[in-house]
C-alpha cells in the first residue's frame, strides 16, 4: 500500500494520458449570479485535489457539475477523454463512473447498510446479487462498519453513515470519487473516523477532488491544493507551499482567518 502513495506523490509532469478530469473554460450562472467563472481545472489519475476557500465561493457547484448534477452555460468537462453525456443511460453510466459523496448520507432509509452498497452494483452494473453482497461487505469491512451490514441507517451514527456512503460509491468502481463537504453535518467527534477513512483512500491511489473545510485533511491528504473565490480559482499548489506561502491575498486573507483558530 505505501508503494502506491509514493509512487502516487513522486509522480513527475503529467502526461496527456493521466488527464482523467478536464474542466476547460467552464462557466455557470444561476440566474444574474456568475457562479463559475472561466474555471479551467485538470485532475490526473490518482491525484487529490482538495477545494478549499469562504462560503458561496462555487467549490461545491464545480464538484457537482463533474458528474452533472449541475449543467454548464459554457466550456466543457471531460472524463477519461470523454465529453460528459446530457442525460439518459449514458449520464447514468457516467455517474456510475464518478462516485459522489455529499454532506448528507443520500442512503435509503428502508434498506439495511447492505442493501444500500449493493443496490448500484445489481442495478446499474448489472453485478448478480451474491457477487454484489460480497464486494459490499469486502468494503463495508475496509471503511470500519462490517459489523453494521444488517442495521438500517437511522441505526447508526452519522460517521458511520457517511462510511457506509463511501463503500456505497466505492461499490461501484468509480474511476473518480467526489467529496462534497462529506463532514460538515457531522458531529466533532464523527468528523475525523469519516477523515481517516478518506486518508486510507487517498493512500490506496483513489483518485479524489475533495470540497471541504477541513485543512488539516487539506495538509495531509492533498496533493494540489485549489483555492477558490468569487466563482473563480484564485491560486493552486501544493499543500506545503500554499498553507505556509499563499500567493494571493485572497489566500492569505482566507487562511489568517480561519488558522489562528
Do not use: I, P, Y
Given at each position: 500500500m505505501s508503494e502506491v502513495s509514493v509512487t502516487k506523490n513522486a509522480k513527475g509532469p503529467e502526461r496527456a494520458g493521466d488527464q482523467l478530469v478536464v474542466l476547460d473554460n467552464v462557466?455557470?450562472?444561476?440566474?444574474?449570479?456568475h457562479v463559475l467563472q472561466d474555471i479551467d481545472l485538470t485532475i490526473n489519475r490518482g491525484e487529490v485535489v482538495v477545494v478549499i476557500g469562504p462560503s458561496g465561493s462555487g467549490k461545491s457547484t464545480l464538484c457537482r457539475t463533474i458528474n452533472r448534477l449541475e449543467t454548464i452555460d459554457s466550456g466543457s468537462i471531460t472524463i477519461d477523454g470523454k465529453p460528459l453525456p446530457?442525460?439518459?443511460?449514458?449520464?447514468a453510466r457516467l455517474r456510475a463512473d464518478v462516485g459522489m459523496v455529499f454532506q448528507s448520507f443520500n442512503?435509503?432509509?428502508h434498506k439495511t447498510v447492505l442493501e444500500n452498497v449493493m443496490l448500484g452494483q445489481t442495478k446499474v452494473r448489472g453485478t448478480d446479487k451474491a457477487k454484489?453482497?460480497?464486494k459490499a461487505r469486502a468494503l463495508l469491512d475496509r471503511v470500519g462498519v462490517g459489523t453494521q451490514a444488517d442495521k438500517y441507517p437511522a441505526q447508526l451514527s452519522g460517521g458511520q453513515q457517511q462510511r457506509v456512503a463511501i463503500?456505497?460509491?466505492?461499490?461501484?468502481?468509480p474511476k473518480v470519487m467526489l467529496f462534497d463537504e462529506p463532514t460538515s453535518a457531522l458531529d466533532p467527534e464523527m468528523i475525523n473516523e469519516v477523515l481517516d477513512t478518506m486518508q486510507q483512500l487517498a493512500q490506496d491511489g483513489m483518485t479524489m477532488v475533495v470540497?471541504?473545510?477541513e485543512m488539516g485533511f487539506a495538509r495531509s491528504a492533498a496533493n494540489r491544493v485549489v483555492f477558490m473565490a468569487d466563482g473563480r480559482i484564485i491560486e493552486e499548489a501544493e499543500p506545503n507551499q500554499f498553507f505556509t506561502n499563499p500567493r494571493s491575498?485572497?489566500?492569505k486573507d482566507f487562511l489568517s482567518k480561519i488558522l489562528h483558530h
Open positions: 462557466n455557470k450562472h444561476f440566474g444574474a449570479l446530457q442525460e439518459g443511460r449514458e449520464l442512503l435509503f432509509a454484489a453482497a460480497e463503500a456505497r460509491a466505492l461499490a461501484m468502481d470540497v471541504t473545510h491575498d485572497r489566500a
